[in-house]
């Protein structure tokens, strides 16, 4: 009876090890997640929401040469953004990106 109570206790110590390390490797995969998602977003701040702010200073200044080589230069930061985002399946073609519902756009 005492062996059958040991061997039961070890399973239960093995089995709590074993979910112990599925935590840490599901809490490692998390801060990951969340390393990668910061990164994303200081890479659109530093490229995109730059881009559009000096994009919309020229445009005040009336500067429309600068305004289209601002806005061709974030266009094509997002769309390396994305290219990055989508990963090493290839170029993204048209239709790839379709959304369920249309963007929600502040008038």
């Known amino acids: 009876m005492a062996d059958a109570l040991r061997q039961r206790l070890e399973a239960a110590l093995r089995e709590k090890e074993a979910a112990e390390e599925a935590l ?7 801060a990951e997640d969340e390393r990668t998602r910061r990164q994303t977003a200081l890479e ?3 490229s995109v929401v730059q881009g559009l702010t000096a994009a919309l200073y020229a445009l005040e200044l009336e ?5 289209r080589d601002y806005l061709r230069r974030t266009l094509d930061a997002a769309r390396a953004i994305i290219t ?3 990963g090493p399946e290839g170029p993204i073609a048209p239709g790839d990106l379709l959304r369920n519902s249309p963007s929600n756009l502040p008038d």
């Open 84 to 86: 990055d985002l989508v």
């Open 24 to 30: 840490r490797g599901l809490q490692a995969c998390v």
């Open 44 to 46: 659109i701040n530093d």
């Open 63 to 67: 500067d429309t040469d600068a305004v």
